[in-house]
Nanobody, 119 residues
Framework: QVQLVESGGGLVEAGGSLRLSCAASTLIRSFNAMAWYRQAPGAQRELVAKITSVGSTNYADSVKGRFTISRDNVKNTVYLQMNNLKPEDTAVYYC?????????????WGQGTQVTVSS
């Protein structure tokens, strides 16, 4: 059973920075990809950033140049560095782990951490 635990959320003023952490209960190198999603009230969950097992990254257009996803394979932790935060970044941020198994794919999710950006 895979567990993902997010931390680092909080309240920050516009233009500020936060770093989110996602600690995994197993080796993150075993996953095909790790990602951060976010969901604002009344909105659908959206992909923010993704990093594959070989290190390639993808970002939502709205966060390119401001957010950076990274990983530490020794600590089994994925990070999301968020700079120049905007009020529209306010959401619950979720850590995601994707695993392509022998016969199917699996998604694992953390409980989420709240990020609130004031204007």
């Amino acid at each position: 059973q895979v567990q993902l635990v997010e931390s680092g959320g909080g309240l920050v003023e516009a233009g500020g920075s936060l770093r989110l952490s996602c600690a995994a209960s197993t080796l993150i190198r075993s996953f095909n990809a790790m990602a951060w999603y976010r969901q604002a009230p009344g909105a659908q969950r959206e992909l923010v950033a993704k990093i594959t097992s070989v290190g390639s990254t993808n970002y939502a257009d709205s966060v390119k140049g401001r957010f950076t996803i990274s990983r530490d394979n020794v600590k089994n932790t994925v990070y999301l560095q968020m700079n120049n935060l905007k009020p529209e970044d306010t959401a619950v941020y979720y850590c995601n782990a994707y695993l392509l198994g022998y016969i199917n794919a699996r998604d694992y999710w953390g409980q989420g951490t709240q990020v609130t950006v004031s204007s």
